[in-house]
């Protein structure tokens, strides 16, 4: 198993950056496709942005293409969502997933608590 911890949301005008960390422990996060999703009040859940566990190929979703990057540290078992550009349309309870599977689009068996991202305009 594996345990996520988010870190790196809060308030910012819009316009501006934040940089989402998800430390994870229990087993390497190199074992593990990961992924950041959000949610927003009265909105389902998305997925934001994916790596892969092997090449580290990357997917986006459409909102936030060309704006949000998502990277992976595995020495420091670290996955990140640097976020620029932020709309107010961003605001949402960020999560960090992973799941032992190759395709970025599968379902995630581990979640971390969230972090909120607070995006004013």
């Known amino acids: 198993q594996v345990q996520l911890v988010e870190s790196g949301g809060g308030l910012v005008q819009a316009g501006g950056s934040l940089r989402l960390s998800c430390v994870a422990s229990?087993?390497?996060?190199?074992?593990?496709?990961m992924g950041w999703f959000r949610q927003a009040p009265g909105k389902e859940r998305e997925l934001v942005a994916g790596?892969?566990?092997?090449?580290?190929?990357?997917s986006y979703a459409d909102s936030v293409k060309g704006r949000f990057t998502i990277s992976r540290d595995n020495a420091k078992n670290t996955v990140y969502l640097q976020m620029n550009s932020l709309k107010p349309e961003d605001t949402a309870i960020y999560y960090c997933?992973?799941?032992?599977?190759?395709?970025?689009?599968?379902?995630?068996?581990?979640w971390g608590q969230g972090t909120q991202v607070t995006v004013s305009s």
């Open positions: 229990g087993r390497t996060s190199s074992r593990y496709t």
């Open positions: 790596i892969s566990r092997n090449i580290g190929s990357t």
């Open positions: 997933a992973a799941q032992s599977g190759l395709r970025i689009a599968s379902s995630y068996d581990y």
